[in-house]
């Protein structure tokens, strides 16, 4: 898929929904894989470590699912809907890289099921999350 | 004011440069009524002829025992020479957290060091830089085996053989999950093996122990490791005397999860039980929770080896409300203490040092056994329970009116104990000192 | 050949690379010795079960003491120490350590002390205690102490296990407390120990909490608030004592943080703007050496209602005796071992009776915060041409600044910080508050004399200067010290965190 990208150079894929804390979406057969974008990856510099949820754990949407740890911050990560953890990616902790690296893949965090459809539609689909952090970008 | 280089011409430089004509003006947001009016009836400032006076008098409220073989979790133990004289630079001492590592490798490669020895120590994979004594560092494992296992609601099982006050400690820290404990009983004076393998299943996760335990008896650890071997159980220990290994293999060398000790028997007076510096170990795998400082090798941009800080997104600076513990401090002036200490003694002094205190405290045991007292035969290392007829309230008091501490009454912890004088040898006891005490003993007895 | 340091003051004193203590060890040598055994020597062997005996410590290091003096000495040189110079740490009060404290500690007679010898030759530390604890009183207004806790975040431990046990009591289901976003990480940490939902009061733009932004906060099921006075910004919360009675109303308890005491010592008592409970550094405000990160002391101050849930024991005197008492059927408990850290309380009285009243004029106490507060407005004066202050109201003991107008530069607060260091200075606190991005904070205390103050002042506008004309070699700081950046994701990626003997 094309991906589009903003003045600041961050890849914002256009098939992914996204949230205001940064998170992405990829809907697959009413799950929804869950990810952190390139924009807050690259604001978090090297990331060290990731806090995982459990399977079967349930979210509300921005609940704290987990976290994100680069050298000197860690970053919360909010549910972006309702829903109970499916899948975890069990690797990612020891190749934390990976969510620098490849976001959109090998990054993902983890696997929701989706208990309320309608909430997808309050998230941003690509175009309005690159303008969103155009804005971000500029307020430097 | 000697300790503020401020005169009162420097005073008025420094109002002028602030743009103020009276310091009052720098305290005008805090209300008026607000305002300390008065000196509050403070005394009077004392002179460094004044506090010595004054510490002299107070030195001099209580006479100083001239012998004592009081342990139970501080112990008595020659500190070299070296150790005060090298703590006491102020280098150390009035330096801050090494959280600046290219102006702070000094203090960071002490830590690193003093890590590599609590892991040789007690045969474990991982040390932090230590935490504020063992009572403390025995709770603060707890919480860390509840962190590992997280969603589980298992039991916690933990020895009546701990000493009291750690147990209070635990208790404390562990107020929020009181109804998970369940204290596994004495059999004689070590834990009860057949009653901990009863009650050890699934719906237990976490075990704690204590060796040498309150009564000075090491526990049967092999047998303890058989039985949690298979299980999905962590297994947490705590040691009061360190010294003890020296002589016994470290607990990690039974498969034990989380390690802790009180470190004052290296390098640390007693000074009422503080300072002094908790040791904590644990697996590699366990290091996520971790709690408190950790230093790690590294390099600098000129490819030289170095030391940091690390990991530390685990810690509350940065993890705030989700952090590890809110622990702050590594005790880290005590800690360069015991690494001083155990560094002189050196591979070989420990473990003549160790069979020093065990010889002596056998010698004791026996010629108390000669005079018909009851000492069990359970092993032990450099402290030991002697059973009395009478309360053991009763030769302390003696022992006290000849200004001397001849062991702790542990009545003063449970009213079945107050036949039980707890008595601590040391290298600092010499032959005749345990004869005397023998004697006296014997004669007290009648 | 280095070229001299930035501001030509900086010497170079010969320094070695110092292997590890494990890599000086030759097998054999020895650093100890002890007197001849003089009773039989009884292998572990003959009495114990074979599982439980030792071969030996494996690795231990084997030195002799000559090099294990120079091996400590020559690290003990790769450190900074407030006896070397300023030490700007906002918030952690670096002032002067007094060598009287430390002959008065070493004292057989009080260093020998034993925790459970008989009370009666224990007066000296118990009266040493009480007396500490009626100081601590006097000074902030709060009638009942407890040292037992070992540092702040300790003590912090104990005050709000004594809010939950008061609250417990009464049956009350308080599930939350309040802290500023500004707060040190301890007190939120502190609150998830115990269980409490923390609720963030948001910063503003005025620095310190108003009255408003409490708005629809506290509710009946609010615990309390953590606040520190001053706070992290520097700045005084000059509303505090209506906050106070806010918190109050719904029956909450005021937590005061009282790491920044030192800006407020003889000016205000904290029980008189509302505080129920108070923790203390004794190593920040009373002068106890901070040991290259510990040990501390954290003294806990609580007013009258709250007295019974104390940690036990407490001290009591009873005509000239001074004894333990442990039946407080209220108390929290123990938190700690023994009696807290009693070698540290002995320091911090010496100090206490050292700082107080003078028979003409004001008592050294007031004069010291004073002081703090005089030189920190000195320092905002002569740079905040340089460095922007987030915050136009007064400071009082420690300033801050942000790195706003270096970022133009892309030079931020942790290249300034480095760059210090060639100046021959530890940095100040960085990144902290959180709630300013690229904080610096600067706290001077009393100990500093107006050049060492101005030294430093000219360093840090040197490296403001070098942002613009010489930005590279601030970024690539420090270039003169013992070693220059250190690489810490290395550390983490690769971890090695003990020595082994096949490294």
């Known amino acids: ?140 | 004011m000697k300790y503020i280089p401020q005169s009162n011409e420097d005073r008025r430089e420094l109002l002028n440069a602030v743009g103020a004509k009276h310091i009052d003006e720098l305290f005008q947001h805090i209300p008026s009524e607000l305002r300390v009016q008065s000196n509050l009836n403070y005394p009077l400032a004392q002179s460094e002829q004044d506090l010595r006076k004054t510490f002299q008098e107070i030195g001099a409220l209580s006479p100083s025992p001239k012998r004592s073989f009081a342990g139970c979790g501080i112990y008595q133990h020659e500190i070299p020479s070296v150790v005060p004289f090298l703590q006491g630079r102020s280098e150390f001492s009035t330096a801050y957290t090494p959280f600046q590592p290219e102006i702070s490798q000094g203090l960071l490669q002490c830590i690193y060091e003093f890590q590599t020895l609590a892991c040789q120590l007690t045969e474990m994979e991982l040390s932090n830089a230590s935490l504020y004594d063992g009572a403390t560092s025995l709770g603060e494992a707890i919480l860390m085996a509840l962190r590992i296992k997280k969603r589980s609601k298992g039991k916690i099982l933990i020895s009546q053989a701990i000493q009291p006050f750690y147990l209070q400690v635990v208790q404390t820290y562990c107020k929020n999950f009181q109804d998970r404990i369940q204290f596994i009983p004495l059999s004689g004076d070590h834990l009860d093996i057949s009653q901990l393998k009863q009650v050890l299943n699934d719906q237990v996760d976490i075990l704690v122990t204590q060796s040498p335990n309150v009564f000075g008896v090491i526990e049967n650890y092999p047998e303890i490791a058989s039985l949690i071997k298979e299980s999905k159980v962590l297994w947490l220990t705590s040691t009061m005397e360190p010294l003890s290994f020296g002589l016994t293999k470290g607990p990690g060398a039974y498969g034990a999860h989380i390690v802790t000790a009180e470190g004052q028997s290296f390098g640390n007076s007693a000074y009422l039980g503080g300072s002094t510096y908790g040791i904590f170990c644990t697996k590699d795998e366990f290091i996520r929770n971790l709690p408190g400082r950790l230093v790690g090798q590294t390099l600098d941009q000129r490819g030289r080896r170095s030391y940091t800080l690390t990991f530390a997104t685990r810690e509350q600076f940065i993890r705030r409300g989700r952090a590890t513990s809110n622990i702050c401090t590594n005790n880290n002036l005590n800690m360069l203490a015991g690494l001083i200490h155990m560094s002189v003694l050196g591979k070989r002094g420990i473990r003549e040092l160790a069979e020093q205190n065990f010889s002596k405290t056998e010698f004791l045991k026996d010629e108390l056994r000669k005079s018909d007292f009851q000492v069990s035969d359970s092993p032990t290392f450099n402290e030991f329970v002697l059973e009395t007829k009478q309360p053991a309230s009763h030769f302390l008091n003696a022992s006290s009116k000849e200004s001397w501490v001849c062991g702790v009454d542990l009545g003063r912890f449970k009213e079945e104990w107050k036949h039980k004088l707890l008595i601590h040898v040391s290298e600092l006891h010499s032959k005749e000192e345990l004869l005397q005490l023998t004697q006296f003993l014997r004669a007290q007895s009648k | 050949m280095k070229s001299l340091s930035p501001n030509e003051r900086l010497g170079f004193t010969p320094s070695f690379e110092e292997d590890l203590i494990h890599e000086r060890s030759r097998a054999g040598r020895v650093g100890y010795n002890l007197p001849s055994l003089d009773v039989p020597l009884i292998e572990a062997s003959q009495l114990w079960p074979s599982e439980f005996c030792r071969k030996e410590v494996s690795d231990f290091p084997e030195v002799s003491e000559n090099e294990i003096v120079r091996h400590f000495v020559r690290l003990s040189q790769r450190n900074y120490a407030i006896d070397f110079g300023l030490y700007p740490l906002g918030s952690c009060t670096m002032k002067y350590n007094p060598k009287i404290n430390e002959e008065l500690a070493q004292n057989p007679q009080l260093s020998r002390l034993h925790p459970l010898w008989p009370e009666e030759f224990l007066q000296p530390a118990l009266k040493i205690q009480y007396k500490l604890q009626n100081l601590l009183s006097i000074l902030t207004g709060l009638e009942a102490f407890t040292l037992q806790p070992s540092a702040g975040a300790h003590g912090e431990y104990t005050g709000m296990k004594i809010i939950q046990a008061y609250h417990r009591k009464k049956n009350f289901n308080k599930t939350k407390v309040l802290i500023p976003e500004s707060a040190h990480g301890t007190n939120p940490a502190t609150c998830g120990m115990l269980g409490y939902e923390i609720v963030s009061i948001p910063a503003n733009s005025s620095g310190i909490v108003q009255l408003e932004d409490l708005e629809g906060l506290i509710t009946d099921d609010v615990a309390g608030i953590m606040m520190t006075n001053p706070n992290t910004l520097g700045l005084f919360e000059e509303h505090i004592h209506e906050i106070a009675k806010k918190i109050h109303a719904v029956d909450g308890l005021f937590y005061m943080d009282g790491a920044n005491f030192n800006a407020i010592l003889g000016i205000t008592r904290p029980a008189d703007l509302g505080v129920d409970v108070m923790h203390i550094n004794l190593h920040k405000t009373f002068s106890t050496p901070h040991g290259g990160g510990g040990p501390g002391a954290g003294a806990v101050g609580v007013c009258e209602k709250l007295r019974n849930f104390l940690p036990s024991p407490q001290i009591e005197k009873e005509g000239s005796q001074y004894k333990f008492v442990y039946d407080l059927p209220d108390s929290i408990g123990r938190v700690g071992g023994y009696n807290g850290n009693f070698s540290i309380h002995l320091r911090a009285l010496a100090y206490m009776l050292s700082i107080g009243s003078q028979p003409n004029g004001h008592p050294y106490f007031q004069k010291m915060a004073e002081a703090a507060v005089l030189n920190a407005n000195y320092i905002c004066s002569r740079l905040k041409a340089f460095f922007k202050l987030p915050y136009e109201k007064g400071c009082m003991h420690e300033v801050l600044f942000s790195d706003e107008w270096q970022t133009a530069h892309s030079i931020k607060t942790l290249d300034i910080a480095k760059r210090l260091m060639d100046y021959g200075y530890h940095p100040m606190t960085v990144y902290f508050p959180l709630v300013v991005s690229g904080a610096m904070l600067i706290e001077p205390t009393e100990s500093e004399s107006k050049e060492s103050l101005d030294r430093f002042c000219e360093a840090m506008i040197s490296i403001a200067k070098e942002c613009k004309e010489n930005a590279e070699t601030v970024k690539s700081a420090p270039h003169f010290m013992f070693r220059e950046r250190v690489d810490e994701l290395r550390a983490q990626k690769q971890s090695c965190l003990r020595w082994k003997k096949s490294n």
Do not use: C
Not at chain 1, 18 to 33: I, Q
Not at chain 1, 82 to 101: C, K, R, T, Y
């Open chain 1, 1 to 140: 898929m094309a991906a589009e990208t903003s003045e600041a150079g961050f890849n914002v894929p256009q098939d992914l929904l996204y949230t205001k804390n940064h998170e992405w979406v990829r809907v697959e057969d009413g799950t929804a894989v869950v990810g952190i974008t390139d924009y807050a990856q690259n604001q978090l510099g090297d990331i060290t470590y990731v806090e995982l949820p459990e399977e079967g754990d349930s979210f509300k949407r921005e609940a704290v699912f987990g976290t994100v740890d680069s050298l000197k911050t860690v970053a919360e990560l909010y549910a972006p809907l309702d829903g109970e953890v499916v899948e975890i990616n069990a690797d990612l902790p020891n190749n934390a890289e990976n969510v620098n690296e490849k976001p959109y893949d090998d990054g993902w965090v983890i696997k929701l099921e989706i208990s309320n459809e309608a909430q997808l539609e309050e998230l941003f689909p690509a175009a309005e999350y690159l303008k969103f952090i155009s804005k971000l970008s500029k307020k430097k």
